[in-house]
C-alpha cells in the first residue's frame, strides 16, 4: 500500500502569471491599450504593489485570468468529495463505474486509526473484506458501476483539478485553517508549496484566513489569532 499522503504536481500554469495579473490591475485605471501595459512592464515591485492594493480593495475580477491546474493521486474518495464542494474548480477524476479495480484496491488510513495498532489491523482486515466481496461481484458479472457500491470513503483516488487564482486563493483561506480536516489540509497545502515553487509572490495570499483577516471567524478558535470580537 502506498502512504497516506496526497501526491501533487503543479501541470499547468501561464507563462507570466504575475504580469498577466498586473495587466487585468492596471487596465482598469489606465487609457493605454492592455498590451502595450504588458509588454512596457517589467518593474516587479511596481508591480506587486498595485496587485496587492487592488486585491485588498476586494477587486477580485483582476485575478479570475489565471488558471492553474494540478494532478492529484493518493487521496481518499472522503477528501475528494470535499473538494468537488468547491463550486468554482473543474476535477476530471477517476472514475469507478469505467476503472475496475484489480486485486486489493488502494485505501488511505486516517492517522487516529494508523497510531492505534488494534484498530489499524481491524481497518485493514475490513479494507481486505470489502476488496474480497467487491472481486466476488465483479467476478459474477455485476458490472462496475455496481460492484462500487461497496467501496468506502478510504479508497483511494486520483484526479486532474483546475481553477483560477480566485478560487486557488479561497481555498488555501478555507483548508489551511486548523479547522479543515486533516487530509484536505494536508492536499491544499501541498497545492500551494507547488505553485509557490513558480510563483513566490503569491506566498502572502495562500494562507489560512485568519492570517488574511487578523482574527479568527470560526465558532472554535485554535488560538493562533484572536477571535472576532
Not at 502512504?3 to 490591475?25: F, G, H, Q, R
Not at 488510513?109 to 494508523?114: N, V
Amino acid at each position: 500500500m502506498p502512504d497516506n499522503k496526497p501526491v501533487v504536481n503543479l501541470i499547468s500554469k501561464p507563462e507570466n502569471m504575475l504580469k498577466t495579473v498586473y495587466t487585468a490591475c492596471r487596465t482598469c485605471y489606465s487609457a493605454e491599450a492592455p498590451v502595450n501595459i504588458y509588454n512596457s512592464t517589467d518593474d516587479e515591485e511596481k508591480m506587486l504593489k498595485l496587485i496587492e492594493r487592488v486585491i485588498s480593495s476586494g477587486h477580485f475580477s483582476t485575478i479570475e485570468h489565471i488558471q492553474v491546474s494540478f494532478a492529484i493521486s493518493n487521496v481518499s474518495r472522503a477528501c475528494t468529495h470535499q473538494l468537488v464542494r468547491h463550486r468554482h474548480m473543474s476535477f476530471s477524476q477517476k472514475s469507478q463505474r469505467y476503472v475496475k479495480e484489480k486485486g486489493q484496491f488502494d485505501y488511505i488510513i486516517p492517522p487516529t486509526i494508523e497510531k492505534n495498532p488494534e484498530l489499524k489491523e481491524k481497518f485493514e482486515k475490513f479494507m481486505t473484506e470489502i476488496s474480497n466481496l467487491y472481486s466476488e461481484f465483479t467476478e459474477a458479472g455485476i458490472p462496475a458501476e455496481d460492484a462500487r457500491f461497496v467501496l468506502p470513503n478510504a479508497a483511494a483516488s486520483s484526479l486532474v483539478a483546475s481553477l483560477n487564482l480566485r478560487e486557488m486563493i479561497h481555498l488555501a483561506n478555507l483548508r489551511l485553517c486548523t479547522r479543515a480536516q486533516y487530509e484536505i489540509r494536508i492536499l491544499v497545502k501541498k497545492m500551494c508549496e507547488e505553485l509557490l515553487k513558480e510563483e513566490p509572490w503569491l506566498k502572502a495570499y495562500l494562507v489560512p484566513k485568519c492570517e488574511r483577516l487578523g482574527f479568527c471567524d470560526e465558532d472554535k478558535s485554535c488560538g493562533r489569532m484572536p477571535v472576532r470580537g
